[in-house]
Each structure stands twice: as C-alpha cells, then as structure tokens.
C-alpha cells in the first residue's frame, strides 16, 4: 500500500480526507475530515513516534535502537513536538 | 539536527545513517554523549597533560598552549581540567537559559571534555626534539638578537609545522565545543553562536583566573 500522501502536490498545502471505503463490503462514506495530527507527520517522524512507544517511551533505549547519543534522540523528538503543535487546529481543538 | 543525519530512513523504523570517518571527526556528539564521552575526554585531557609534561607545553587556558614553563607533573593534567570546566559550566548555565530543551549536565560535560581530545596532536608534536630547541633558543634570540648562534632552518621548520598542526588543532576543537554546546542545549542559529561566543569569552577569562588561583599563587 503507497504511503498516506499528507500534502498536496500542487501547492504543497495539508490534504484532507475527502472519501473512506470499508474493505470488507465496499461501503464509502464521502465528507471533509482533517488528518489526524500524527497523520500529517511526515513519514520518518511517523516511524520515530511509533518506535518511541514501542520503546516504552524511554529516550535511552531509543539512542540504543538507533545507534545514536541520547540528546539526538532527544532533539528529534522536540522537532516533532514543535511539529505536532504547529499542526494542532488554531483554536486549540485537537483531533489527534 | 540536519535532514542529512536522517536521510537513510527507510521502511516502518526509523534509522540514521552509520557513522564514517568524517562524522567521528566533526560531528561525533550525534552518535556519543554522556558517560562514554565523558571517559574518553578525560583520558585525552590527562593523557595531553602527560605528554605536555615532557615538553613542558601547558594548556594554560580554554584555547590556550605555550611551550617551555618547567612545572610539577599535576599542573599539566590540572590545566586542562580547569580549562574543561571553564567551558563547560559557563556552556551550561547558558545553555539553561536560552535552552527551550530540557537537557542532561552529563551529556554537555562529556560532550565537552571530548571536544578537547585534538589537543592530544600538538601536545604529542610538541614532543619533538627539533620544536624543544627552537622553543628554547627563540626567547633568547628575541632578547639578544646579536648575541645567540644562528638557529637551524630545519629546527624553524618543524617549530612552524608545529604552530600551524596547534592552530588546526585549537579551530577543530571550538567547532567540537561548538557542535558539543549545540547538539546537547538542543540550539542552533544566531542565538547558539551568540551565546557561545560569549561563552568562550568569559571562559577564558574564569579559566585564567581559576588557573591563576590554583597553579600559580
């Protein structure tokens, strides 16, 4: 399955998810939904999150999977915070 | 942290190019902080402060290294310690202010003490017969110019080798300090240079005091 595509092509702003479809029995339902926050991430801060959960969310055991020090890690994940919170709706609501 | 330093993601984890050569050299704190660099800094600064006690080359100051003053062995590792330091509290306290990211003593201090391991170079050249006698011979050259026999142009070569492997040393060492202050305070741009700059200054002038106070009174 190709990535999740998160920005448009054209003019490089956040995509939202215009139609859905079950697998299963083909339903779809057709609306303008936002991405979540995580979803907007781009890939490889995906698979950051994803791994620091994984990793019980300690940084060390993160520097020790990636074979880098520990405030590496640490500043890549204050660059997706700072990311997260720059992709959280204006007023404050957040979806993710 | 660069994109560079990510660029070999690939699949569902997440995964930083393996370190080469040029990494260790110029950007090692991506892959080494806290303790680990903390052993390896002090072993160079105590190993640098071992070497210049045979060629009497104190590292008398955070950017400092002057050949020729004889001293007692513990002043050689305690000069660097005290010029480690300097920089490193100074970097912290800094680093705390202007820091918007929580970060670890540990990590600043190690990355630190790391950063100095280039002065092993011109502690281990400065070994060399040929600088020992230029060294020597140049100050009462200067005070009689007339006076002293003519010093050999092989002699003046390996001193000018010497001076120029010191200044390459002493530049590679700040941009690790720099990368050091960088990568552990998580900062970058105008305000990680700013700070560090003034942080420099003012090390110098605790570390030529704190030296002053412990070696020289």
């Known amino acids: 399955m190709p990535p999740l595509p998160i920005q448009c092509p054209s003019c490089g702003v956040g995509l939202a998810v215009k139609r859905m479809a079950c697998p299963h029995c083909g339903t779809e339902v057709e609306g303008v939904y936002e991405l979540p926050s995580l979803a907007r991430l781009a890939r490889d801060d995906q698979a950051f999150v994803l791994e620091f959960v994984k990793a019980s969310g300690s940084l060390k055991e993160m520097a020790r999977l990636l074979k880098v020090s520990y405030p590496t890690v640490r500043n890549r994940l204050d660059e997706i915070i700072e990311r997260l919170k720059e992709a959280e709706p204006k007023d404050g609501h957040s979806d993710g | ?217």
């Open chain 2, 1 to 217: 942290m660069g994109t560079q330093m990510v660029d070999a993601m690939r699949g569902d984890a997440p995964r930083y190019r393996a370190p080469g050569l040029r990494d260790w050299l110029f950007t090692p704190f991506t892959y080494i902080a806290g303790a680990p660099a903390l052993a390896i800094g002090l072993a160079a600064i105590l190993l640098a402060g071992l070497a210049g006690s045979f060629s009497y080359t104190h590292f008398d100051g955070v950017l400092d290294m002057h050949t020729g003053l004889v001293a007692a062995l513990w002043v050689f590792p305690a000069e660097g310690i005290i010029a480690w330091l300097s920089l490193a509290v100074i970097l912290y306290f800094l680093g705390r202010i202007v820091s918007k990211s929580a970060f670890r003593a540990m990590d600043l201090f190690g990355t630190q003490a790391m950063s100095r391991w280039p002065m092993l170079i011109p502690a281990t050249a400065a070994l060399a017969p040929a600088y020992q006698r230029f060294a020597r011979a140049l100050p009462q050259r200067l005070i009689a110019p007339g006076g002293a026999s003519a010093l050999p142009l092989m002699d003046a070569l390996i001193f000018g080798a010497v001076v120029l492997v010191t200044i390459a040393a002493v530049v590679w060492m700040v941009a690790l300090m720099y990368r050091s202050y960088c990568v552990c305070c998580n900062l970058k741009g105008g305000r990680a240079v700013g700070t560090f700059i003034g942080g420099l200054l003012a090390a110098e002038v605790i570390a030529k005091v704190a030296l002053w106070l412990a070696v020289v009174r």
